[in-house]
């Protein structure tokens, strides 16, 4: 039930934000989000923004993710980040899979997959990303694609692990780009992985995960998108830099 589940507005930074920035906008943003409790409220950030940002929201209802995280343990792998780095920095969130990583990183659903075991056994809570592009959509394939990309990334995701994923419905076609799904939409495909969630792992299940849906929201559509009974939240991108905008969409979801 839409009640039963957690609601999660989660701001991503991407390549945004220098520390000393990172800090401004988490205190701008507290005392616009204090006391709103119906949500969980969560800003992931570039790595080298995580202590900045976690400094700043120290006392408050803001919790500060990761953008990405590496499958192995350690080793011979420049410029990543293990899931043990991020807990050992007191890092609990981390998107994995975000369709910018899929499309100019070579990031596939074997490594979204791997991505998210790897972060699931170390203790983290994953925001999964996946979604449609244009061509999907249009060609009507989206519901077979989506279904696709839950199963695959999920693949050998205990039930157990599954309470700490949420999933984050992305339509590619939407993202940064000012268009955005109607509710309409959001709702229908954010209810096809939901059921792919009952296939894989009973209704129980289906019915307690939260699934948001993401790309270009905003103040002015937030509200409308968020009311619908398969949509529990949101993950932004440009809205999220923006204090007013970001305690906006907040506050819709209240
Ligand atoms: C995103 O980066 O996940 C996103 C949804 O971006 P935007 O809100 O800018 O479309």
């Known amino acids: 039930m839409k009640d039963t589940r957690r609601t999660v507005i989660a701001g991503n930074w991407k390549m945004n934000m220098t520390p000393a920035e990172a800090k401004a906008l988490v205190t701008e943003v507290a005392p616009l989000v204090a006391g709103k409790d119906k949500c969980d409220i969560i800003f992931c950030a570039p790595y080298v923004d995580i202590f900045a940002a976690q400094e700043a929201a120290k006392g408050t209802n803001i919790k500060i993710g990761a953008e990405n995280v590496h499958f192995a343990a350690k080793g011979a792998y420049t410029g990543e980040i293990s899931a043990e780095m991020l807990t050992a920095c007191g890092v609990e969130y981390v998107i994995i899979g975000h369709s910018e990583r899929r499309q100019y990183f070579g990031e596939t659903d074997e490594t979204v997959n791997l991505r998210t075991k790897a972060a699931l056994a170390a203790g983290m809570k ?30 050998d995701v205990t039930a157990e692990e599954l309470k700490n994923v949420i999933i984050a419905y992305e339509p590619v076609w939407a993202i940064g780009t000012g268009l955005t799904a109607t509710p309409e939409q959001a709702d229908e495909t954010c209810g096809v992985i939901r059921a792919t969630i009952a296939k894989l792992y009973g209704e129980e299940a289906a019915e307690a995960i939260t699934i948001q849906y993401g790309g270009s929201m905003n103040a002015k559509n937030a509200a409308e998108l968020l009311a619908k009974v ?13 204090a007013a905008d970001f305690a906006a969409i907040v506050d819709a979801a209240q």
């Open 126 to 155: 994953v925001i999964l990303c996946l979604g449609e592009v244009k061509e999907e959509r249009l060609s009507g394939i989206t519901d077979e694609v989506v279904a696709m990309q839950t199963k695959l990334d999920l693949k």
């Open 230 to 242: 398969n949509v529990d939240g949101g993950l932004i991108g440009g809205a999220s830099l923006k």
